[in-house]
């Protein structure tokens, strides 16, 4: 039969089958939105400018990456090459063109410095753990993190510079610590004598700030910082670095201002160095000794930010701030340190290229007297803001030196020295030499001469009528008289009569080296002469009788050396009058200072010759003298001439000469002067010098001669 048109029956095992067990068809998953597809805007114009940009772009990244991949390799190839040209780091250690020159005192004590002090080499691991963490919070707190060059830090410049209102070049650079030492090296360029005009152009062109000199930089850090290691690059900053006051490295400084080791230095004298490397000369602690402890202070503030100091160590740091050494406070003998400079060879002390020793004559207590002498008569006697300068030598009979102030600011280096370089008109303190001359013809102390209106025909010039200082005639006077008042008339008497050429030969011979007037006012001291000069001329009447040269220089070694290379360059020398003449006019000068215009000059305690001298208007006031012991000279005026108002040589330069005096003889017992002591005598009329002379040597002889001296008044 067919099946066709009828439905098919179920089979028995479909009716066993649960309807619950039938097989659900999956449920359909709803499938997500299809996304949307962009459609090209339909304005013309944003599309264009989509394709410029997109355009644009695509070159500036093709061309940006190649540029970069470019200044990359030839940045690689200067760093590897620059590499190949740095030499080991112990020839970088000490870079000074010159040499140093240290001072000693007569006690061997260091004074002064000059020239570039390099105090020996330094590591990163000698120098004091302080001084190292100073220089690095400081000058590249990332000094440890960058590889020579720290874009951060430059990032930082930049916005501070325009914070500030600078362009974005001017002022902060964010140099790293690296950059710093490559520009101490000059980027590998040495110094050249015949290639600059001077080291301080040499020096101008390594501290070039422009964009193409900083690339260099740039390249020689890297250099750097591939060669050597960090803590090799800090050992060559800390030796080169000028710390101010001619000190070259942390050993130098630390010597020159706190007299020890930089190995020992303590938190705030750390502080003190590094603070002071952003303008050694200006924040020295030399120059201005609270600027740089203020500035010590900042920098133990940011090594206390950067976790190198406690809150506790700072604290007590900042209390108790650093000070200077003894020698270092003193700044002794500036003057005097400048003239041994000069006095000596200058290939070992103004251009040396060695590091040179120095022994000198200098007596520090002595040179402190003076200086404090001056001050208090500046103080004291002298109107407030008066321009009036003054100038002081001590030596000993010897010529030796040992004080010396050139100018009323004692403090100071280079200066213009006053008792070295500026020739002045004597005036009266010339007169010893012209009594000098008649003692040693023959003369006594005790002969006598007319002081009386007295006139001159000079060729060339008319007449000429010297007066004293009082407009007074006192009649026949002796010598010893003469001297003692300063009477004018007398003196150019006496020079008249036993002659210029003698006087003048006398006073050369004693050290006075100036030209010497040829006319009659050479007794009156119309010729011009230092204050070095005039006192080197006293000590040689003090010695009895022989020229001496100022010194300053006992002996000039190497840095360690034994053998000196040169010693003493001065001292006593030929005879110029005798014994006898000498100790006669050291009575006759004792006159002046016990009872004569130099009365304000005696010493309480000890016996001091010496005699005063004022010059025309008072444009110069002196006075020299001597004790048993030591010779000192004072001179007074204005640097540009102007007169002194109400001061003569028996006036303030008497007063600073004892008071110099006073403090250069404590705690030396006093000595009598090497002087004749006349017995009192008879009142008698005193004998003329003519008949006086005659027993002492022959009669010359000459008739008209003869004449003129009775003439003159004077035998």
């Given at each position: 039969m067919s099946n066709s048109g009828r439905k098919t029956p179920r089979l028995v095992a479909d009716k066993r089958t649960p309807k619950s067990n039938k097989k659900k068809p999956a449920p359909k998953r709803r499938k997500a939105p299809a996304r949307r597809k962009r459609t090209p805007s339909r304005n013309p114009l944003v599309r264009l400018l989509r394709g410029i940009f997109g355009w644009v772009f695509r070159i500036v990244w093709g061309i940006g990456w190649r540029v970069t991949a470019v200044v990359a390799l030839i940045v690689g190839v200067a760093v590897a090459y620059t590499y190949t040209t740095l030499p080991s780091v112990n020839e970088l250690l000490d870079g000074r063109a010159r040499g140093s020159v240290t001072l000693l005192d007569r006690e061997g004590d260091v004074f002064a410095w000059r020239g570039d002090t390099f105090g020996g080499v330094v590591t990163s691991d000698t120098v004091s753990p302080h001084l190292k963490n100073a220089v690095i919070a400081t000058e590249d707190r990332r000094f440890y993190m960058h590889p020579g060059v720290d874009p951060i830090g430059i990032?930082?410049?930049i916005r501070i510079n325009l914070s500030e209102g600078r362009g974005p070049l001017s002022g902060h650079g964010g140099s790293t610590l690296t950059q710093q030492t490559a520009k101490l090296l000059c980027l590998g360029v040495?110094?050249?004598?015949?290639?600059?005009?001077?080291?301080?152009?040499?020096?101008?062109?390594?501290?070039?700030?422009?964009?193409?000199?900083?690339?260099?930089?740039?390249?020689?850090?890297?250099?750097?910082?591939?060669?050597?290691?960090?803590?090799?690059i800090l050992s060559i900053y800390l030796n080169r670095a000028y710390m101010g006051g001619g000190a070259y490295g942390a050993e130098a400084a630390a010597q020159r201002y706190f007299g020890k080791s930089a190995g020992q230095l303590t938190p705030q004298e750390s502080a003190m160095l590094a603070g002071l490397l952003t303008a050694p000369t200006r924040l020295a602690p030399t120059s201005n000794l609270k600027r740089s402890q203020d500035r010590a202070a900042t920098v133990l503030r940011l090594m206390n930010e950067q976790g190198y100091l406690s809150d506790t160590q700072t604290a007590a740091a900042q209390a108790d701030p650093a000070t200077l050494s003894e020698a270092a406070q003193a700044q002794t003998g500036g003057y005097f340190a400048d003239w041994v400079?000069?006095?000596?060879?200058?290939?070992?002390?103004?251009?040396t290229t060695e590091d040179v020793i120095i022994k000198t004559t200098l007596d520090q207590r002595m040179q402190t007297a003076a200086e404090d002498a001056l001050k208090y008569i500046f103080e004291e006697k002298v109107r407030e803001g008066s321009k009036a300068q003054a100038a002081i030598v001590v030596m000993s009979a010897d010529g030796a030196v040992r004080a010396m102030v050139g100018g009323r600011n004692s403090k100071v280096t280079g200066a213009f020295n006053r008792a070295t370089m500026a020739r002045r008109q004597t005036g009266s303190a010339f007169k010893p030499f012209v009594y000098a001359t008649a003692l040693e013809l023959g003369y006594s102390h005790d002969a006598t001469v007319v002081d009386e209106p007295y006139c001159l025909d000079i060729p060339g010039s008319g007449r000429w009528c010297p007066e004293n200082y009082t407009r007074k005639h006192y009649g026949r006077v002796t010598l010893a008289r003469a001297l003692r008042d300063s009477l004018n008339i007398p003196a150019v008497k006496?020079?008249?009569?036993?002659g210029r050429d003698l006087v003048r030969q006398v006073a050369s011979d004693f050290g006075i080296d100036s030209d010497l007037a040829d006319g009659p006012a050479l007794a009156l001291g119309a010729s011009e002469s230092t204050l070095l000069e005039m006192t080197g001329a006293y000590a040689g009447i003090l010695n009895g009788g022989s020229s001496v040269t100022p010194y300053g220089l006992v002996e000039l070694k190497l840095?360690?050396?034994?053998?000196?290379?040169?010693?003493?360059?001065?001292?006593?020398?030929?005879?110029?009058?005798?014994?006898?003449?000498?100790?006669?006019?050291?009575?006759?000068?004792?006159?002046?200072?016990?009872?004569?215009?130099?009365?304000?000059?005696?010493?309480?305690?000890?016996?001091?010759?010496g005699k005063t001298g004022t010059t025309q208007a008072a444009r110069d006031a002196w006075f020299l003298g001597f004790t048993a012991d030591y010779v000192a000279g004072v001179w007074m005026g204005y640097d540009d001439n102007t007169p002194l108002t109400g001061v003569t040589g028996g006036g303030l330069p008497a007063e600073i000469w004892h008071e110099t005096m006073v403090r250069v003889h404590e705690g030396i017992e006093p000595k009598p002067l090497p002087m004749i002591r006349p017995q009192p005598k008879p009142q008698v009329q005193q004998e003329p010098l003519r008949r006086q002379q005659r027993r002492t040597q022959p009669d010359r002889g000459n008739p008209i001669e003869n004449i003129l001296r009775g003439i003159l008044g004077v035998d």
């Amino acid at each position: 039969m067919s099946n066709s048109g009828r439905k098919t029956p179920r089979l028995v095992a479909d009716k066993r089958t649960p309807k619950s067990n039938k097989k659900k068809p999956a449920p359909k998953r709803r499938k997500a939105p299809a996304r949307r597809k962009r459609t090209p805007s339909r304005n013309p114009l944003v599309r264009l400018l989509r394709g410029i940009f997109g355009w644009v772009f695509r070159i500036v990244w093709g061309i940006g990456w190649r540029v970069t991949a470019v200044v990359a390799l030839i940045v690689g190839v200067a760093v590897a090459y620059t590499y190949t040209t740095l030499p080991s780091v112990n020839e970088l250690l000490d870079g000074r063109a010159r040499g140093s020159v240290t001072l000693l005192d007569r006690e061997g004590d260091v004074f002064a410095w000059r020239g570039d002090t390099f105090g020996g080499v330094v590591t990163s691991d000698t120098v004091s753990p302080h001084l190292k963490n100073a220089v690095i919070a400081t000058e590249d707190r990332r000094f440890y993190m960058h590889p020579g060059v720290d874009p951060i830090g430059i990032a930082s410049a930049i916005r501070i510079n325009l914070s500030e209102g600078r362009g974005p070049l001017s002022g902060h650079g964010g140099s790293t610590l690296t950059q710093q030492t490559a520009k101490l090296l000059c980027l590998g360029v040495e110094y050249d004598k015949s290639e600059w005009e001077s080291e301080a152009d040499y020096i101008a062109d390594c501290r070039r700030g422009s964009l193409a000199r900083k690339a260099k930089e740039a390249v020689f850090a890297m250099a750097m910082e591939a060669k050597y290691s960090k803590q090799q690059i800090l050992s060559i900053y800390l030796n080169r670095a000028y710390m101010g006051g001619g000190a070259y490295g942390a050993e130098a400084a630390a010597q020159r201002y706190f007299g020890k080791s930089a190995g020992q230095l303590t938190p705030q004298e750390s502080a003190m160095l590094a603070g002071l490397l952003t303008a050694p000369t200006r924040l020295a602690p030399t120059s201005n000794l609270k600027r740089s402890q203020d500035r010590a202070a900042t920098v133990l503030r940011l090594m206390n930010e950067q976790g190198y100091l406690s809150d506790t160590q700072t604290a007590a740091a900042q209390a108790d701030p650093a000070t200077l050494s003894e020698a270092a406070q003193a700044q002794t003998g500036g003057y005097f340190a400048d003239w041994v400079m000069d006095s000596g060879p200058e290939f070992f002390t103004r251009d040396t290229t060695e590091d040179v020793i120095i022994k000198t004559t200098l007596d520090q207590r002595m040179q402190t007297a003076a200086e404090d002498a001056l001050k208090y008569i500046f103080e004291e006697k002298v109107r407030e803001g008066s321009k009036a300068q003054a100038a002081i030598v001590v030596m000993s009979a010897d010529g030796a030196v040992r004080a010396m102030v050139g100018g009323r600011n004692s403090k100071v280096t280079g200066a213009f020295n006053r008792a070295t370089m500026a020739r002045r008109q004597t005036g009266s303190a010339f007169k010893p030499f012209v009594y000098a001359t008649a003692l040693e013809l023959g003369y006594s102390h005790d002969a006598t001469v007319v002081d009386e209106p007295y006139c001159l025909d000079i060729p060339g010039s008319g007449r000429w009528c010297p007066e004293n200082y009082t407009r007074k005639h006192y009649g026949r006077v002796t010598l010893a008289r003469a001297l003692r008042d300063s009477l004018n008339i007398p003196a150019v008497k006496v020079s008249e009569s036993v002659g210029r050429d003698l006087v003048r030969q006398v006073a050369s011979d004693f050290g006075i080296d100036s030209d010497l007037a040829d006319g009659p006012a050479l007794a009156l001291g119309a010729s011009e002469s230092t204050l070095l000069e005039m006192t080197g001329a006293y000590a040689g009447i003090l010695n009895g009788g022989s020229s001496v040269t100022p010194y300053g220089l006992v002996e000039l070694k190497l840095l360690g050396e034994d053998a000196p290379l040169m010693g003493t360059g001065g001292g006593i020398g030929e005879r110029v009058i005798r014994d006898e003449a000498a100790r006669e006019l050291i009575y006759m000068m004792h006159q002046v200072v016990h009872g004569g215009t130099g009365g304000r000059a005696q010493l309480p305690d000890r016996e001091a010759a010496g005699k005063t001298g004022t010059t025309q208007a008072a444009r110069d006031a002196w006075f020299l003298g001597f004790t048993a012991d030591y010779v000192a000279g004072v001179w007074m005026g204005y640097d540009d001439n102007t007169p002194l108002t109400g001061v003569t040589g028996g006036g303030l330069p008497a007063e600073i000469w004892h008071e110099t005096m006073v403090r250069v003889h404590e705690g030396i017992e006093p000595k009598p002067l090497p002087m004749i002591r006349p017995q009192p005598k008879p009142q008698v009329q005193q004998e003329p010098l003519r008949r006086q002379q005659r027993r002492t040597q022959p009669d010359r002889g000459n008739p008209i001669e003869n004449i003129l001296r009775g003439i003159l008044g004077v035998d």
